[in-house]
């Protein structure tokens, strides 16, 4: 098993350009989360689905969309990115409600906006 | 959630056991311990959790004492992919809604060849 993948592994945008970041996960968990990490701050929470078709807000979710339109797949979009939005960010995956706390987390995209 | 306590630094010598220490004394009788670690610019990784027996998997193990106001996870024989950041964090496994995981600032676990 892959485990959870994130596509692409680096990215530079320009200010006020878009793109979707992918997340895919193939151990049929239910739950879907996408992170943000900034140095100093620890991991935030922006979008989270709790099954397919379902999303909801998390910490931090001003400037991003997400869509979990296949089970396996989180996609989480900036419409136009700000050097605010500079960060690595990371999909994690769990089972399910009885299981929330036990995430597995991909590699994580390194994005920088200028 | 309960406050969790850890050392900042910590070393190992490679091959020897690494016991990482966490204090949660106000832990609740529905919170789980769960340790995660994140190896320098990798994506954190679950290594274990538990509620009040001792668990163990092919990663580590997990040591809580009687009280659960204390815990300690040990790597049994620690190699250098060992060395990362690990985090102690406390939570109820059912909240309802899904929750984010929050980190505190973890023990730096430098294993020494």
């Known amino acids: 098993n892959a485990g959870v993948t994130q596509t692409p592994k680096f990215r530079v945008l320009k200010t006020g350009q878009s793109m979707t970041l992918l997340c895919a996960q193939d151990?049929?968990?239910?739950?879907m989360y996408w992170y943000r990490q900034d140095p100093g701050m620890g991991l935030r929470l922006i979008h989270y689905?709790?099954?397919?078709?379902?999303?909801a807000k998390g910490e931090v979710p001003d400037g991003y969309n997400v869509s979990r339109l296949k089970k396996q797949n989180f996609l989480l979009g900036l419409e136009s990115a700000a050097p605010s939005q500079t960060s690595v960010y990371f999909c994690?995956?769990?089972?399910?409600?009885?299981?929330?706390?036990?995430?597995?987390f991909g590699p994580g995209t390194r994005l920088t906006v200028t | 959630d309960a406050k969790t306590t850890q050392p900042p630094s910590m070393d190992c010598a490679e091959g020897r056991a690494a016991n990482l220490p966490c204090n949660h004394s106000?832990?609740?009788?529905?919170?789980?311990v769960y340790w995660y670690r994140q190896i320098h610019s990798q994506g954190p990784q679950y290594i274990i959790h538990?509620?009040?027996n001792n668990e163990t998997n092919e990663m580590a193990s997990l040591i809580i004492t009687e009280d659960r106001k204390s815990s300690t996870l040990i790597l049994p024989h620690a190699t250098l992919r060992d060395t990362a950041v690990y985090y102690c964090?406390?939570?109820?496994?059912?909240?309802?809604?899904?929750?984010?995981?929050?980190f505190g600032s973890g023990t730096q676990l430098t294993v020494l060849p």
């Open positions: 538990g509620l009040k």
């Open positions: 994690a995956s769990s089972r399910g409600q009885a299981r929330l706390y036990e995430q597995y």
């Open positions: 964090i406390v939570r109820a496994s059912s909240s309802g809604s899904a929750r984010q995981l929050t």
């Open positions: 689905s709790v099954g397919e078709g379902t999303t």
């Open positions: 106000t832990i609740s009788g529905n919170e789980y």
């Open positions: 151990m049929n968990h239910e739950y």
